[in-house]
Nanobody
Framework: QVQLVESGGGLVQAGGSLRLSCAAS????????MAWFRQAPGKEREFVAA????????YYADSVKDRFAISRDNAKNTVYLQMNSLKPEDTAVYYC????????????????WGQGTQVTVSS
């Protein structure tokens, strides 16, 4: 079992940057592929980025590619999402998620979720 706690959200102007963190409990963090998802008001949850258990492989939604970067520090049980060149359409609650095995963009395959952190980008 793993518990996830996100932090780092906030209000930022368009073009700005934020770095989200997701701290995981437990001693088997490196067994989990990790991902970030987001959900804007009135919209369905959408995939943002994923990272393999080792951190070598990453995968991004087209909408954030070249602007966002996912990374992890297995020694600190933490996964990060560096968000640059933020746009108003990036406004959403951001969730980190974990699953044992291979990373995936399908949220239904993740069985551990954090509570989310709000990101608001003003124009």
């Amino acid at each position: 079992q793993v518990q996830l706690v996100e932090s780092g959200g906030g209000l930022v102007q368009a073009g700005g940057s934020l770095r989200l963190s997701c701290a995981a409990s437990g001693r088997t963090f490196s067994s989990y592929a990790m991902a970030w998802f987001r959900q804007a008001p009135g919209k369905e949850r959408e995939f943002v980025a994923a990272i393999s258990r080792s951190g070598v492989l990453t995968y991004y939604a087209d909408s954030v590619k070249d602007r966002f970067a996912i990374s992890r520090d297995n020694a600190k049980n933490t996964v990060y999402l560096q968000m640059n060149s933020l746009k108003p359409e990036d406004t959403a609650v951001y969730y980190c998620a974990a699953r044992e095995g291979i990373y995936n963009s399908n949220g239904a395959l993740y069985n551990h979720w954090g509570q989310g952190t709000q990101v608001t980008v003003s124009s």
